[in-house]
């Protein structure tokens, strides 16, 4: 297999605007109660239906007391229930209340309106690539767990 091209300064710059696009973006969203955090637990449930804190905390890299904290939070706004498990009473599950679901339908209008006006220059065909691509980025952040340097946790 042939190494990686060096990424160009142009291409660097590219990117860099797009970042800083979303992260405006990001910060002139309608529900700006909720901190990136409680928003990517309520996408968790919202896509992975409820689940057990351990299960959640996993599949967003945070600490357990990180994730304690956000279940709190989101529980007191509203957001998110707790409930026991149904055959394992030590576990506690987390679901999404009326307003947690309200909440991720509106996250999930929002990030397709973001996606639809980044990609709206391009053709269907290059629509297409961009998106298989992005799918593909996810797994190559390392969690700091495993030697790398992206955490849900860390500012």
Same mark, same amino acid.
């Given at each position: 297999m042939q190494a990686p091209a060096s990424v160009s300064e142009n291409e660097i710059t590219s990117l860099m605007r797009l970042v800083h696009l979303i992260e405006a973006a990001n910060q002139d969203r309608p529900s700006s109660d909720l901190d990136l955090r409680a928003r990517m637990v309520i996408q968790d449930l919202g896509l992975a239906g409820p689940? /057990? @804190?351990?299960?959640?905390?996993g599949r967003l890299?945070?600490?357990p007391?990180?994730?304690? /904290? @956000?279940a709190d939070r989101l529980q007191r706004?509203?957001?998110?229930r707790r409930q026991p498990h149904p055959t394992n009473r030590r576990i506690t599950m987390l679901e999404l209340t009326a307003?947690?679901?309200?909440?991720?339908?509106?996250e999930m209008e929002f990030?397709?309106?973001l996606i639809d006006q980044v990609l709206r220059p391009l053709g269907d065909d290059a629509r297409h690539v961009v998106l298989r691509a992005l799918a593909k980025l996810p797994g190559a952040f390392v969690p700091a767990a495993r030697g790398g340097a992206v955490r849900a946790d860390q500012d």
């Open positions: 689940a /057990s @804190l351990v299960d959640v905390r890299n945070v600490t007391s990180t994730m304690t /904290s @956000l706004g509203g957001y998110v307003k947690g679901k309200r909440a991720f339908s509106g990030y397709r309106n």
